[in-house]
């Protein structure tokens, strides 16, 4: 019972160094989210993706991109890490139905930018 | 635009006693509200919400939440508290309307410290 998926579990990076976070979702969930925590400031939508193929930006996108090719996977990328992106980054997934979509998440990701 | 506030840092209770830990929501329309917790080096787990209907939402681990339309608050309450309930907490609100449809926005968070 796998649920939300998230790799790697932590890494550290080099100032201007890119990577990407992979996240997969067993459940068949329409929407999924990467949000980022940290100390304070509680969890902050960076995009979502209301379906296969579609993104849309969240609260604060700036230096990361995503992209849903295929509906059980969402991928973040940072192109040129920086260090106010040492952060917790969690994945996760919902449907969407009327009577309000509960969010299911990962165990995060731990990135620390040097 | 939808935003939603969780007035305190830190709550700190005894073990036994009664626990409050608040929010309040600011949406245009009839708000879905949520209470997720989250323990160290975990990604968070889903309590209770409400979408409509009875005011008083019961939820995992004991813990209820009452939504309160006039005063725009749905807190989290638990009769009785135990140790294993510190973590940290998060309400979160979605307006099922319009753009914001699909966002889930969530508080600052909220420590839960439960002494012996």
């Known amino acids: 019972n796998a649920g939300v998926t998230q790799t790697p579990k932590f890494r550290v990076l080099k100032t201007g160094q890119s990577m990407t976070l992979l996240c997969a979702q067993d459940?068949?969930?329409?929407?999924m989210y990467w949000y980022r925590q940290d100390p304070g400031m509680g969890l902050r939508l960076i995009h979502y993706s209301v379906g296969e193929g579609t993104t849309a930006k969240g609260e604060v996108p700036d230096g990361y991109n995503v992209s849903r090719l295929k509906k059980q996977n969402f991928l973040l990328g940072l192109e040129s890490a920086a260090p106010s992106q040492t952060s917790v980054y969690f994945c996760?997934?919902?449907?969407?139905?009327?009577?309000?979509?509960?969010?299911?998440f990962g165990e995060g990701s731990w990135l620390t930018v040097v | 635009a939808q935003s939603v506030a969780q007035p305190e840092d830190q709550v700190n209770v005894a073990e036994g006693n009664p626990l409050t830990v608040k929010c309040t929501y600011s949406v245009s329309g009839n708000p879905y509200l949520f209470w997720y917790v989250q323990y160290p080096n975990r990604g968070l787990q889903f309590l209770l919400k409400?979408?409509?209907?009875?005011?008083l939402v019961k939820g995992s681990y004991g813990f209820e939440a009452e939504f309160n339309k006039s005063q725009t608050s749905f807190h989290l309450k638990k009769p009785s508290a135990l140790v294993s309930d510190s973590a940290l907490y998060f309400c979160a609100v979605r307006d099922p309307r319009g753009s914001s449809a699909s966002k889930i926005i969530f508080g600052s968070g909220t420590r839960l410290s439960i002494r012996p």
């Open positions: 409400y979408i409509t209907g009875d005011n």
């Open positions: 459940m068949n969930h329409e929407y």
């Open positions: 996760a997934s919902s449907y969407q139905t009327a009577s309000g979509n509960t969010i299911y």
